[in-house]
C-alpha cells in the first residue's frame, strides 16, 4: 500500500456514503415538496444514517489503516471518511428538527473514533510485531465493533422507536 | 453643622430620581371572557403609567404569542387590542421598566356549544336552542373582525349600536361583510342601512326586528340557510403549493461539491487537499444557507355571490424556509386578520402600538419547511350577472352591472372556457361544447369550488390595495353561480 492510498482511500469510501445519503435525501424530500408533506423526519433519517454508516466504516477502515501505515497516515484517511460527509450533514442539520448541539457533539465523537482507532491500530501493529497479522487483528476488532455499533443502533431504535 | 443637616436633606430627596408609582397594567378579554376552541379573540391591554416607562408584553395562547412593545412618557397611556388564539388560559407576561417581570394567566371561557351574543342594553336574556347565550355589554365587542369568530351569532339593540366607538363599529361592519350572523332589534334607520349595504351573503345572515323575540325569530329562521363555506387551503393545495426555491439550489451545491471532491481525489493525494475540500465546501455551504433570502408568495383568493357588493377573501402568504433561523415574515398591512395558518406552529406576533396591528410574524424555520400567514377579509366588489340557458348547449352571460369587467374564464361541467371582457349591459354567448380542460392550478381550484350543476366565473385580480405585496402575488375573484347546465 503505497503512501496515498489510504487518504484516497478514505475520501472514496466518505464521499460515496455522503452522495448515496445526499441522493436518496433529495430525492425523498423532492417527493414530499410535492406532495405538501414535512422533510424534518427526512432529513433527520439521512443524519442517522450517515452518522452510523460512517461509524460502521470508520471502525474496521481506522483500525488497519493504523495497523498498516501507522498512526500518522491512519488518521488522516480516517478523517476523510468523517469530513467527506460534513457538506451533506450541514445542508440536512437545516433541515432537520434534532438540536444542532447533539448533531456536533455526534460529529466530534466520530472525529475523536477517527483519531484514536488509528492509534489502536498502531498499538496492534508495535504489539503483534507484524503488519499483516496487525491488519488482521484490526479488521476482526473493527468488524466486531461495526457490529456492535449495528446491534446497539437496533436496540436503541426499537426502545426510542 | 445640625442646623445644615434638615435642609441637605430636603435637597438630597428632591434630587433623588422620582420613583412614581409601578405601571398599572389591565388585561380585558373580549366577550366578556367567552369563545371556542380553535377560533380567534382579542384581548385589550391598558397600561397606564405615572413616570416614564419601558418595555414589553406578551400574551401567549398555546404555540402562538403577540408582543407589544410599551415606550410610554410619564402619565401617559397605553390601549392596545391584541389579537390571540383562544386557549383556556393565556399567559401573559409584563415586562416593565419600574416593576418587576410579572406573569399573569388570563382565564378564557370556552364553550362547546354555539356562542350567543346578547348585547342588550334592556338585559333582557333570550336564548336559541342549542346556543349558549352570553350577556354582553358595549365594552365587551372587540375592535378586530377577526375577534368575531369567537361569537356565533349575535344580538344588538339600537342603544349597543349607539354606544359602540369607532373601532367598534368598524370590526362589526367588517362582521357583517364576512356572513357574520347579527340580529339588530330595532335599529336606527341609518345604521341598518350602513350595515345591510355592508353586509355579505347578499345580507342573508343579517336580521332586524322590533323586538327582540321577532329578531330572535329571524336570526333562528336565518340559520337555516347556512354561510358559505370559505375555501380552505386543502381545496386551494395545488395553488397554494410552495415553489421548491431552496431544493434546486442545494442539489446544485451537493452536485458542484461532490464534483470538485472527485477532481481533488483524482488530482491529487495530499491529505491536506483531500480535508481541505469538504471543510471549505461545509463553510461556504453554511454561508450559503444563511445568505439566501426566502422568496415570499401571496395567494388571494375571493369569492362573491353574484350581484353581491362584497366579496369575502382568504390569503395565503406563504415562503419555504432556507436555513434553521428565526424567519421574520413581515404582516401585509393591506390584507386583514393576519394569523399563523397553522394553529400548532409556534409564532411570535409583533404588534405596533401606533398602528395597533402585528407588522411581524416570526418563526423558527429549517430548510424546506413551509412557513404561512393566512389572511381573511372583504372587498367592495361589483359583478352583477346572469347565467341564461339558451338553446342546445348554449348559454347567455349578462353583465347586470353599472361597471365593465375584464376578460375572464367561464366555467361549466367540469371544463374552462374564456370569457370575453363585458361592458354594462353587453351580453356573451357561450357553447358548453367549447369548453376545454383546466389547464392551469386556479381553474382547477375554481371547478372544484363551481357548484354541482351550476358555473361560475374566474377573473384574475389586480393586487393594487396590497401596495407591499410580494412579486408575483396573484389574485383570483370566482363568482359561483347556482343553475342548471
Known amino acids: 500500500m503505497s503512501d496515498s492510498r489510504p487518504g484516497r482511500l478514505g475520501m472514496v469510501l466518505g464521499l460515496t456514503v455522503a452522495a448515496a445519503g445526499a441522493t436518496w435525501w433529495l430525492g425523498a424530500t423532492q417527493l414530499a415538496l410535492r406532495q405538501s408533506l414535512g422533510t424534518a423526519a427526512l432529513a433527520a433519517a439521512l443524519l442517522a444514517g450517515l452518522w452510523v454508516t460512517r461509524a460502521m466504516l470508520l471502525a474496521p477502515f481506522a483500525l488497519r489503516a493504523g495497523a498498516i501505515g501507522g498512526w500518522r497516515h491512519g488518521i488522516s484517511s480516517s478523517l476523510a471518511i468523517v469530513v467527506a460527509g460534513w457538506p451533506v450533514v450541514v445542508a440536512a442539520a437545516s433541515a432537520a428538527a434534532p438540536a444542532v448541539m447533539g448533531i456536533v457533539l455526534g460529529e466530534v465523537a466520530l472525529l475523536v473514533a477517527a483519531v484514536a482507532l488509528p492509534a489502536v491500530g498502531h498499538g496492534l501493529r508495535a504489539l503483534l510485531r507484524s503488519p499483516g497479522s496487525a491488519a488482521l487483528a484490526g479488521t476482526v476488532l473493527g468488524g466486531a465493533l461495526s457490529a456492535a455499533l449495528w446491534i446497539w443502533g437496533t436496540v436503541w431504535i426499537s426502545v426510542n422507536g | 453643622m445640625r442646623g445644615l443637616g434638615v435642609p441637605l436633606l430636603a435637597l438630597a430627596l428632591s434630587s433623588a430620581p422620582h420613583v412614581g408609582a409601578a405601571p398599572q397594567v389591565e388585561l380585558t378579554p373580549a366577550w366578556a371572557g367567552w369563545s371556542r376552541p380553535g377560533r380567534a379573540t382579542e384581548v385589550a391591554v391598558q397600561v397606564r403609567a405615572d413616570a416614564t416607562t419601558r418595555g414589553a408584553i406578551e400574551i401567549a395562547s398555546g404555540a402562538q ?43 378564557l371561557s370556552l364553550s362547546e356549544s ?104 329571524r336570526l333562528e329562521d336565518s340559520l337555516a340557510s347556512p354561510a358559505a363555506a370559505p375555501p380552505s387551503a386543502s381545496d386551494l393545495a395545488a395553488l397554494l403549493r410552495p415553489e421548491p426555491t431552496a431544493w434546486p439550489r442545494i442539489v446544485a451545491a451537493l452536485v ?230
Open chain 2, 256 to 485: 458542484a461539491f461532490f464534483g470538485i471532491a472527485a477532481l481533488a481525489v483524482a488530482f491529487t493525494a495530499s491529505p491536506a487537499v483531500l480535508l481541505l475540500v469538504p471543510l471549505l465546501a461545509s463553510a461556504f455551504l453554511a454561508a450559503l444557507l444563511h445568505s439566501w433570502e426566502p422568496r415570499p408568495r401571496l395567494v388571494v383568493w375571493a369569492e362573491a355571490e353574484p350581484s353581491a357588493r362584497v366579496a369575502q377573501y382568504q390569503a395565503w402568504h406563504s415562503m419555504s424556509g432556507v436555513a434553521r433561523r428565526r424567519l421574520d415574515v413581515p404582516v401585509l398591512a393591506g390584507l386583514a386578520a393576519p394569523r399563523a395558518c397553522d394553529r400548532q406552529r409556534a409564532v411570535q406576533l409583533a404588534v405596533d402600538p401606533a398602528r395597533a396591528q402585528p407588522v411581524t410574524a416570526s418563526f423558527d424555520s429549517r430548510l424546506f419547511e413551509p412557513v404561512a400567514l393566512c389572511y381573511s377579509g372583504h372587498f367592495p366588489v361589483m359583478r352583477a350577472l346572469s347565467v341564461t340557458p339558451l338553446d342546445g348547449d348554449r348559454l347567455e352571460v349578462r353583465n347586470q352591472g353599472t361597471l365593465a369587467w375584464p376578460a375572464g374564464q367561464f366555467l361549466a361541467g367540469g371544463s374552462v372556457q374564456e370569457l370575453p371582457a363585458l361592458n354594462p349591459g353587453a351580453s356573451a354567448t357561450l357553447s358548453l361544447a367549447d369548453g376545454q380542460a383546466p389547464r392551469d392550478d386556479a381553474t382547477r381550484a375554481a371547478l372544484a369550488r363551481t357548484p354541482y350543476d351550476g358555473y361560475a366565473l374566474l377573473w384574475s385580480l389586480q393586487l393594487d390595495a396590497v401596495a407591499d405585496a410580494p412579486a408575483g402575488a396573484v389574485a383570483w375573484l370566482l363568482v359561483p353561480v347556482a343553475g342548471q347546465t
Open chain 2, 114 to 217: 354555539p356562542l350567543l351574543g346578547l348585547a342588550l342594553a334592556s338585559g333582557e336574556a333570550a336564548r336559541i336552542e342549542g346556543f349558549h347565550s352570553v350577556p354582553l355589554v358595549p365594552a365587551d365587542l372587540p375592535r378586530g373582525t377577526a375577534a368575531y369568530a369567537s361569537m356565533d351569532a349575535l344580538v344588538l339593540d339600537a342603544a349597543t349600536l349607539r354606544a359602540l366607538d369607532p373601532g367598534q363599529l368598524g370590526a362589526l361592519i367588517g362582521h357583517a361583510a364576512a356572513c357574520g350572523r347579527i340580529a339588530l332589534v330595532a335599529p336606527d334607520a341609518g345604521a341598518w342601512r350602513v350595515l345591510e349595504g355592508a353586509a355579505g351573503c347578499g345580507a342573508r345572515m343579517l336580521v332586524s326586528g322590533d323586538t327582540l323575540d321577532a329578531a330572535l325569530r
Open chain 2, 65 to 107: 404569542s403577540a408582543r407589544a412593545p410599551v415606550n410610554l412618557a410619564a402619565g401617559e397611556s397605553l390601549r392596545l387590542e391584541v389579537p390571540v388564539a383562544s386557549a383556556e388560559s393565556l399567559e401573559v407576561t409584563i415586562d416593565l421598566d419600574g416593576a418587576p417581570r410579572e406573569s399573569r394567566a388570563q382565564a
